[in-house]
Nanobody, 119 residues
Framework: VQLQASGGGLVQPGGSLRLSCAAS????????MGWYRQAPGKQRDMVAT??????NYADSAKGRFTIFRDKAKNTVYLQMNSLKYEDTAVYYC???????????????WGQGTQVTVSS
């Protein structure tokens, strides 16, 4: 399973960005998809996750970010609104999937996309 993330960039405070992450390759099923971020000198933290039945957000993302997926395209999105300076980080997508019917689920990470909030 390969993940291709895109959509990062430079945005002013209060602006918006939409990140996308497309999963490709051998995919039997996807259990969960999510976005994490890592700021310089800090640990990687969960931003938002989505399963077939629910979504979960970090407190810092609630009310501003929305995670959604296109199952047909195996793609997860993160719509980020009202961006703040402290949202600056490298954003990584994570997918928990079964590559084939006979293999157990595995965790896959995308390559990361930089989001910079600056005036």
């Amino acid at each position: 399973v390969q993940l291709q993330a895109s959509g990062g960039g430079l945005v002013q405070p209060g602006g918006s960005l939409r990140l996308s992450c497309a999963a490709s390759g051998s995919i039997f099923s996807i259990n969960a998809m999510g976005w994490y971020r890592q700021a310089p000198g800090k640990q990687r933290d969960m931003v938002a996750t989505i399963t077939s039945g629910s979504t979960n957000y970090a407190d810092s993302a609630k009310g501003r970010f929305t995670i959604f997926r296109d199952k047909a395209k195996n793609t997860v999105y993160l719509q980020m609104n009202s961006l703040k300076y402290e949202d600056t980080a490298v954003y990584y997508c994570k997918v928990v999937a079964r590559p084939t019917a006979t293999l157990n689920t595995k965790t896959y990470w995308g390559q990361g996309t930089q989001v910079t909030v600056s005036s």
